[in-house]
């Protein structure tokens, strides 16, 4: 209900009143609702999207969160209007139900498309408590029981709002009462809610009404839009606030089954007093009777599901009799089969009763028939007759080991171990010794192998190979596969005592079999001379020992006996009844087997002793009284490897002509040819300023590694033109290497401007391994020139330290003049060419000034030649080089002394005799700031090294 009530004064707190049904609680002092005069908006929105939505296209792409779209909630599978909050995930995104303030995650198949007289705003609006906050380090569940606390006193109410302001994000601060009662008191007595001072921002404007109307159209259209949707209506009003505030919609459901009974001819006491209150100003009175109508709708609803669970109840009972039904049926059934299984085997019998004679005599000729056929297939008894043939043959005829091949085998193991002994021989005294021993074991081992092939050509080796074939497929045709048995000792006595006694047991049986069918054919003579008329025989007598019945059964057992152990026999197959008999049987074949493998193991030896005694024979006479002579052949390897060699250096000298040719026509007449060609690498030559050459591999040079040098990386050294040169090698990926031939770049073309007067060790070619990820740099090498194996071995004087570190700091001058920060400035990397001229050593073009500066190698022996701003952090720069520069000196100056150090990191040598321009040089070379310190510029004029 809308009073109406507004006041624009300063000192008026209300703005507006209104009654409003809640929706959704958010937290203990922030809830959604809608105004009740919105019914019949949010029932024809309701009726819209239920016809609309389920043939409506699905969202195509991402939603927007500019548009609405209908939603299926997941509760009660109703659609509703909903609005993108964000995307969780490419198939699911958070939604908001406008019209009623809660959200949940959908899918987007669950999503649609709606028309553009559905794309309204939402009929839900947003209200705040006003003066009251969530304290901000409240847990989590008082924050739960607040929310809680407020649905209570919101659910199913209808709820005076008074407007207070309106907040920024457009909430607004209301106050809210319940049948006289202050929510907003209630909530902050219970301690869910803190209230604070407000300061008065009065909106003087008036407040907009959150609702609009979504479809126009008469009142016989509300009127018949409210007919058509009371269902909706009443969901709801069921459902505008659950108990926690999350499931707004999650009742609607229910509420849609329990209303299915109570309908009411389209004139439902809920649909008319709706109808009223949308029609008319929605009086106090018509509110008490809506809360009327839904409290008797409540009992409605509580009948309903008392006669909905007596309906499951007796469904399920119908269930179980019907179970029950089903099964005595099968068990009917299955009664019913029985029972003709009984009959039919009662008329077989009725029928094998009046034909017994028959039968009986048929089946015992029957077996008597099989039986002849056994004894004819089988005419010796063959009881383990294959395993008792095999093991003679595994006896018989066994191969030994020859006695030639032990002595053979002794005399090879001596020559193997004489031939290793050479191998690992790293001294040339005691080689010849060696020597000898190995050509009398040759020559002793040659005689050894031509006795054994002579005794090897006697013997059948080969024969005896298939025999033992043929013997394991028939073993494993009729046994199966062997297992090997650890504890199969005197197997064959007690297979073949086995054998003898089952033999002995078949022939019994056959003999009983024999006794018995004769006794048969007897009384059946007789009885042939009784059914004669012209015979005078009697019939037998009541007391015969036996009768016809007993004879029959007699004969029938002993022919079956023999039977059974025939088949067994012919079959190769182990009786089953008998696990004694399995185990003697399996023991005496894994045993055949057993030693089958052997001896063809033994064989194989023999055989393959054989080819190589033959293979040594043939390859070793030739050197039994002569030694090879390598000198010819090292020396066509030799010269060979040198026209190689040469061949391919006047190739890439030839190439790199060419490419310099190219470079100039390219820098002066055809700047576009790098882009033309690509495949002629023109771009790659002229970036690494000429350095960079396809034609150089690391085996053109015949190198020689270096590791007393570096172990970090591959470090060799070969000789071109007569010149020592080294070859550094650098591991590198793709980016590596750009940023490797960018700085060696930089490094040669401020080397170019003065050549040899540079101060700097030129770099003579750059190029990359084809098999491997290692990009190499070709340098000149000054074998023991460095600073530190000269001061190792002999010193420098004085003056020898101005002249040498004169060309250091002209070097430093060079790379300083082009910007580039050395940061590898130590004894290691500093030549003393001739002991008069200083060379700066190139540095590792991989890393940068600061990965170079590194504490490790960056040393004089006790002295540190790291920058004290280095040390702390700071990056490598001119100023760093200056001060390893000056350490550098002092330290050839006083090699032996040990340098104490200041608090601020730098060296104290205040307590040293040296010369004034030497004091003075380096006190302004090492100074703890940098900006104190000379540049190079300004210690090349120093006086100190104009003294010579």
């Not at 007796?314 to 049926?329: A, H, I, P, S, V």
């Not at 037998?540 to 025939?566: F, H, Y």
Request: aromatic share 8%.
């Amino acid at each position: 209900m809308d009073d109406g009530k507004q006041v624009n004064g300063s000192e008026s707190k209300v703005v507006k009143v209104e009654d409003v049904m809640g929706s959704h609680i958010e937290d203990p002092v922030t809830f959604w609702g809608q105004n009740i005069e919105l019914i019949q908006d949010l029932l024809k929105v309701s009726t819209a999207l239920t016809e609309i939505c389920p043939f409506a296209a699905k969202v195509f792409g991402d939603p927007v969160p500019e548009k609405i779209y209908g939603g299926l909630y997941s509760e009660d599978q109703c659609w509703y209007r909903c609005k993108l909050i964000k995307m969780m995930t490419n198939e699911k995104c958070l939604m908001t139900y406008v019209d009623y303030g809660n959200s949940e995650t959908l899918k987007k198949p669950c999503i649609v498309e709606l028309p553009e007289d559905l794309q309204r705003p939402g009929l839900a609006s947003k209200f705040r408590l006003w003066g009251l906050q969530v304290p901000p380090k409240q847990d989590v569940t008082p924050f739960d029981q607040g929310r809680r606390f407020l649905a209570s006193l919101i659910n199913d109410k209808i709820i005076r709002i008074n407007h207070r302001d309106t907040a920024h994000d457009g909430t607004f601060l209301v106050e809210a009462e319940s049948d006289a009662l202050n929510i907003g008191q209630e909530v902050a007595d219970k301690g869910f809610a803190e209230k604070y001072n407000v300061v008065p921002i009065y909106n003087l404007e008036r407040v907009k009404s959150t609702a609009a109307t979504l479809i126009n159209g008469s009142k016989a259209e509300v009127v018949q839009g409210l007919s058509n949707g009371s269902q909706k209506v009443k969901n709801i009003l069921d459902s505008k606030n659950d108990y926690l505030g999350i499931k707004t919609k999650g009742r609607m459901k229910s509420i849609q089954h329990r209303s299915r009974d109570i309908k009411m001819d389209g004139k439902n006491a809920l649909v008319h007093a709706l109808e009223k209150k949308s029609l008319t100003h929605c009086c106090s009175g018509q509110m008490q009777d809506m809360i009327k109508i839904q409290h008797d709708q409540r009992l409605l609803e509580d009948q309903n599901e008392n006669l909905r669970t007596k309906n499951v109840t007796y469904l399920q009972n119908c269930q179980l009799l019907e179970r029950q039904l089903k099964q005595q049926q099968l068990e009917l059934k299955k009664m019913e089969e029985e029972l003709k299984q009984h009959q039919k085997a009662e008329l077989k019998f009725t029928d094998d009763l009046k034909h017994a004679v028959e039968t009986k005599l048929g089946c015992l000729a029957e077996k008597i028939e099989k039986l002849k056929q056994f004894r004819s297939e089988l005419n010796e008894n063959r009881f383990g007759d294959d395993l008792s043939d095999a093991m003679k043959v595994i006896t018989e005829g066994s191969l030994q080991t020859p006695q030639s091949m032990k002595s053979l085998e002794n005399i090879w193991n001596e020559y193997d171990l004489a031939q290793e002994a050479l191998r690992k021989c790293k001294s040339l005294e005691d080689v010849h010794a060696l020597i000898d021993k190995r050509n009398e074991l040759r020559n002793a081992l040659y005689a050894a192998a031509d006795e054994f092939t002579s005794e090897i050509d006697t013997l059948s080796i080969r024969d005896r190979v298939n025999v033992l074939k043929s013997l394991t497929c028939s073993m494993n045709a009729a046994y199966g596969p062997h297992e090997i048995e650890h504890n199969s000792y005197q197997m064959f006595d007690r297979f073949i005592e086995w054998r003898n006694s089952k033999l002995q047991e078949f022939n019994d049986v056959k003999h009983r079999t024999a006794i018995s069918l004769q006794v048969l054919a007897k009384w059946f003579d007789k009885t042939v001379k009784i059914f004669d008329l012209n015979s005078r025989a009697s019939s037998p007598s009541i007391g015969d020992s036996k009768s016809v019945d007993e004879m029959l059964d007699e004969a029938e057992r002993d022919v079956c006996r023999e039977l059974d152990i025939s088949t067994t026999v012919g079959n190769h197959t182990i009786m089953q009844k008998c696990e004694l008999d399995k185990k003697i049987i399996h023991g005496a074949f894994n045993e055949v087997m057993q030693k089958i493998n052997q001896e063809h193991s033994l064989l194989l030896i023999i055989e393959n002793r054989y080819a190589d005694s033959v293979q040594f024979k043939k390859q070793a006479g030739q050197w039994l009284n002569t030694y090879p002579s390598v000198g010819n052949l090292l020396s066509i390897k030799r010269s060979v490897k040198n026209l190689k060699a040469q061949l391919r250096w006047k190739l890439v000298e030839k190439n790199n002509i060419e490419d310099e040719r190219l470079d100039n026509i390219v820098q002066r007449w055809f700047p576009e040819l790098p882009l033309l060609h690509p495949e002629a690498a023109i771009k790659s030559y002229m970036q690494s300023a000429g350095l960079l050459t396809e034609s150089l591999e690391r085996d053109l040079f015949d190198p020689e590694p270096m590791r007393e040098l570096s172990s970090k990386r591959s470090l060799v050294c070969s000789e071109v033109k007569s010149k020592r040169i080294l070859l550094k090698g650098y591991s590198v990926d793709f980016a590596t290497e750009a940023n490797m031939i960018e700085r060696a770049a930089a490094y040669h073309r401020a080397w170019s401007v003065l050549k040899e007067n540079s101060g700097l060790l030129p770099i003579l070619y750059l190029f990359a391994c084809k098999s491997e990820p290692v990009a190499y740099v070709m340098l000149p090498f000054y074998p023991g020139c460095s600073l530190k194996t000269v001061q190792d071995t002999n010193p420098l004087n004085s003056a020898e330290v101005i002249k040498v570190m004169r060309g250091v700091a002209t070097g430093l001058q060079t790379l300083h003049s082009s910007n580039i920060v050395h940061g590898a400035l130590h004894p290691h990397n500093v030549f003393a060419v001739n002991r008069e001229r200083g060379i700066v050593g190139d540095f590792d073009f991989t890393k940068s000034a600061d990965q170079r500066n590194i504490v490790g190698w960056m040393v004089a022996d006790k002295v540190n030649l790291v920058a004290p701003e280095v040390r702390s952090g700071q990056s490598a720069t001119l100023a760093s080089d200056v001060f390893a520069f000056g350490h550098l000196l002092l330290w050839l100056n006083f090699p032996k002394n040990d340098f104490a150090a200041k608090p601020d990191g730098t060296v104290d040598f205040s307590e040293l005799s040296m010369d004034p321009k030497l004091w003075s040089l380096v006190s302004r070379l090492t100074c703890f700031s940098p900006v104190d310190r000379l540049e190079v510029a300004q210690l090349i004029k120093d006086g100190y090294f104009l003294a010579i």
